[in-house]
Nanobody, 115 residues
Framework: QVQLAESGGGLVQPGGSLRLSCEAS????????AAWYRQAPGKQRELVAT???????NYADSVKGRFTISRDNAKNTIYLQMDSVQPEDTAVYYC?????????WGQGTQVTVSS
């Protein structure tokens, strides 16, 4: 069974930084496009950032210049580096792997930005 395991969430102050990780098992993650989504209470799931198998990245306007998505193929892991976080970044963050019309999802990790 495929598993995507997110980690690194927690409580952080406004202006601070956090790094989320998503480690995949039972797939070769480098062959998949990957993404980070987030969902805040009462809101629709939002696409945050994407990265292709070739390393091309895209970001939601709300996080451009603050967040960075990357991947380490040797570790079968993708990351979301979150800098200059703000309260509106508070959400459950989910990672996704996609290939050939099939998508896998992680269980999510909570990020709370509060002073």
């Amino acid at each position: 069974q495929v598993q995507l395991a997110e980690s690194g969430g927690g409580l952080v102050q406004p202006g601070g930084s956090l790094r989320l990780s998503c480690e995949a098992s039972r797939i070769i993650f480098s062959l998949y496009a990957a993404a980070w989504y987030r969902q805040a209470p009462g809101k629709q799931r939002e696409l945050v950032a994407t990265i292709t198998s070739g390393g091309t990245t895209n970001y939601a306007d709300s996080v451009k210049g603050r967040f960075t998505i990357s991947r380490d193929n040797a570790k079968n892991t993708i990351y979301l580096q979150m800098d200059s976080v703000q309260p509106e970044d508070t959400a459950v963050y989910y990672c996704q792997a996609v290939r050939g019309g099939i998508a896998y999802w992680g269980q999510g990790t909570q990020v709370t930005v509060s002073s």
